[in-house]
């Protein structure tokens, strides 16, 4: 199928921004077993060999639209003047706003989605939803270090990942966002204390 405009014909990151989109709206609307490489085309408005260029098959598409979601909705940080604020903040924030991506997400890899390079569920997980980061380098913890709140030497790299990991395992296992009682919790009950054991006294 042809562009619907011939005369205005998009190139670059134009074009390849419409096929990610269109992609990623075949994946939700559709599910990944029933989208092709000419629906993505026909709803990109452009030629199955315009994708066929960039992407040899269409797993390599879809992951690329998977990445370009991700990277292209990023979830806003709130700084709420505390480390226990700011996490429930982040932690809500990031919960509701990846609820759908990680549904969408999941289902494609059940039914057979196939990332290449990859080999274990975690490389999957890093691949598709968010890759690794180390717990240090999180602007939260940055602030709370600034402040005197936590000591980031002094605390390992589980306990700074343990709250995002745990909301992360919530997303995946119910593919909801978890409760606000349970980030409390994760926060409350989980994290603090264990800042608190690691921290100079």
């Known amino acids: 199928m042809v562009e619907a405009n011939p005369g205005k014909r998009r190139r670059g990151t134009e074009l390849v921004d419409a ?11 559709v599910g990944y077993g029933r989208l092709t490489m000419d629906t993505i085309a026909r709803r990109a408005r452009t030629s199955e060999p315009v994708l066929y260029r ?3 098959n269409k797993d390599a598409l879809v992951v690329a639209a998977i990445e370009h979601r991700r990277v292209t909705h990023p ?16 932690l809500t924030a990031a919960a509701s706003a990846r609820a759908e991506f990680y549904a969408i997400t999941m289902a494609a890899a059940y039914a057979g989605l196939t990332v290449a390079g990859v080999r274990t569920p975690s490389e999957v997980r890093d691949r598709l939803m968010s890759p690794h980061r180390s717990g240090r380098d999180r602007p939260l913890y940055q602030r709370a270090s600034d402040r005197g709140e936590i000591d980031l030497r002094a605390t ?20 909801a966002p978890p409760s606000a009682a349970r980030v409390q919790a994760i926060v409350d009950d989980c994290f603090m204390p264990a800042i608190e054991h690691h921290r100079p006294h």
């Not at 390992?156 to 909301?167: G, H, S």
């Open 156 to 175: 390992p790299d589980i306990v700074l990942e343990m709250p995002f990991a745990l909301v992360r395992l919530d997303l995946l296992m119910n593919l």
């Open 54 to 56: 960039r992407w040899p």
């Open 75 to 90: 979830v806003s940080v709130e700084d709420t003047g505390s480390l226990r604020g700011d996490l429930v903040a982040e």
């Open 19 to 29: 096929i990610l989109e269109a992609a990623w709206v075949e994946l939700v609307e």
